[in-house]
C-alpha cells in the first residue's frame, strides 16, 4: 500500500493547474544531479503523454553519467543556449520547480522564474523551502524528488499513464539520491514504488551500470589521487577532510561532475562518521559535506557556508582561497565535532 502522504488539496490543486494550462516549463537546480535531472525528466514524459507541451530548461551542463536518460537531448541548457531558455520560461504559464527549495538553487534562471507570470508548483524535498511558488509540495522526510514524483502520479491516480521512459527517469534518481540505496532509504514504501516502477519495465541492473559505471579514465585517476595525496583523516574527531585546486583538476581534464562522490569515500573507513571534500572553483571555494548518523553537516553548510541540504548531506560556498577555506574547515572542525560528542551523551 502507497500511503497518500501529499496533501489531497494540493493533489487537486495541481490536477486543476494541469487542465488549465499547456504550455510547461520544468526547472531544476544548478550542478544537476541524478534527482534533479530524473524527476525533470521523469515528470516531462508523464505531461507529454497526457498530451501537454512540456520542456525542461536546466541551469548548467547535465554530467555525462545522465545522458543515457530518454529525453536529455530535448532539454535546454541555459549556459548553453541562454535566449531559448529565457523565452521558455517568459512563455510557460506554468513553471514547475523541481528538486530546489530557494530561488538561488536555480543560478543565473532566478530573475526569469521570479519574473515569469506562470502559475508555479514546487515540488521538492529540501527543508525551508521559500514562498516563491503558488503551490508548495515540501516533503523533507522524503528520501528524493524522484520518489515525490511517483507519489504525485500515483495520488493523481495516472499511475497507468507512466511510460517506461518515465519510470527510468524516477528510478535513476530515487537510486543516486540514497547512494544506491545505501542511506536514506529504510522507508519500506520506497521498494513498493520500485516494484511498481519495475513492472513498467525498467531494467534497474542496467540504470546501475550506465549511471555508475561508465566513468572516463581520468576521472577515475583523479579519485585515486584525491584520495592517495589529498586526504586528511582526523580519527579524533572521526573527521576526513579531501582538498583540491583548480590545477590538479585541470590535470586530470575535470569535467563537471568529476568529483561526485568522492566525499562520500572517506566514510567506508571504519570510524570516519563526517566526510567534506573541499574543492577550487572559479569564483569561490565549493564545500561538500557528509555525515553518518544524526551529525548534522547542514547546519554546517547555513551557518558558516551560505548553504544547506540534508541531515547527512549538504554543501556550500566560501569566498576567499582554498588556503583561507582550509583553515576555516579546521577551525570549525572541534567545535562541531565536540557538539555532536555532547549530543550523543545525552
Ligand atoms: P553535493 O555535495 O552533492 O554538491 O550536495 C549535496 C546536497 O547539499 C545537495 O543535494 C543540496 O541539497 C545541498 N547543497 C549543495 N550545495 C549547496 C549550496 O550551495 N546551497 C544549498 N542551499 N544547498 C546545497
Ligand atoms: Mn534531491
Redesign the pocket.
Known amino acids: 500500500m502507497i500511503t497518500p502522504i501529499i496533501d489531497e488539496s494540493k493533489i487537486h490543486e495541481l490536477t486543476n493547474a494541469l487542465l488549465r494550462y499547456n504550455n510547461i516549463v520544468i526547472t531544476c537546480h544548478v ?1 544537476p ?1 541524478g534527482d534533479a535531472i530524473g524527476s525533470s525528466l521523469g515528470l516531462y514524459h508523464f505531461l507529454r503523454r497526457m498530451g501537454k507541451v512540456a520542456t525542461v530548461v536546466v541551469p548548467d551542463m547535465i554530467p555525462r553519467n545522465l545522458h543515457f536518460l530518454p529525453g536529455v537531448k530535448q532539454t535546454i541548457i541555459y549556459t548553453q543556449q541562454s535566449e531559448l531558455a529565457i523565452k521558455a520560461i517568459e512563455n510557460a504559464d506554468l513553471l514547475f520547480c523541481l528538486d530546489y527549495n ?1 530561488l538561488h ?1 536555480i543560478d543565473k534562471l532566478s530573475p526569469y522564474v521570479a519574473h515569469s507570470e506562470a502559475y508555479k508548483i514546487l515540488i521538492d524535498h ?1 527543508l525551508y523551502p521559500e514562498p516563491f511558488t503558488h503551490l508548495t509540495i515540501s516533503h523533507p522526510e522524503i528520501s528524493s524528488t524522484c520518489e515525490l514524483i511517483f507519489r504525485v502520479i500515483w495520488q493523481m491516480g495516472r499511475y497507468r499513464m507512466l511510460s517506461r521512459a518515465a519510470a527510468e527517469s524516477i528510478y535513476t534518481g530515487m537510486m543516486t539520491d540514497t547512494g544506491n540505496f545505501t542511506y536514506n532509504s529504510n522507508q519500506p514504501e520506497i521498494y513498493e514504488i520500485i516494484a511498481k516502477l519495475v513492472m513498467k519495465g525498467v531494467d534497474k541492473d542496467r540504470i546501475y551500470t550506465l549511471a555508475c559505471n561508465t566513468q572516463t579514465a581520468n576521472k577515475l585517476l583523479l579519485n585515486s589521487y584525491a584520495i592517495c595525496h589529498k586526504m586528511e583523516l582526523f580519527p579524533e574527531h572521526g573527521a576526513a577532510l579531501i582538498y583540491l585546486t583548480h590545477e590538479e583538476m585541470s590535470r586530470y581534464n575535470f569535467q563537471k561532475g568529476d568529483c ?1 562522490g568522492l ?1 562520500n569515500v572517506p566514510l567506508s573507513i571504519k570510524g570516519i562518521h563526517f566526510s567534506t ?1 573541499i574543492r577550487e572553483d572559479k569564483e569561490f571555494v ?1 564545500f ?3 555525515s553518518q548518523g544524526d551529525f548534522a553537516v547542514n547546519t554546517i ?1 547555513a551557518e558558516h ?6 541531515l547527512n ?5 566560501f569566498y576567499g582561497t582554498l588556503d583561507e577555506a582550509i583553515a576555516k574547515y579546521r577551525e570549525l572542525l572541534p567545535i562541531y565535532c565536540n557538539n555532536n560528542k555532547e549530543k550523543d551523551k545525552e
Open positions: 550542478a544531479d530557494a538553487r529540501h561526485d566525499v571534500f565549493k561538500s559535506f557528509r553548510a557556508f551560505g548553504g544547506g541540504g540534508h548531506a549538504a554543501g556550500g560556498e
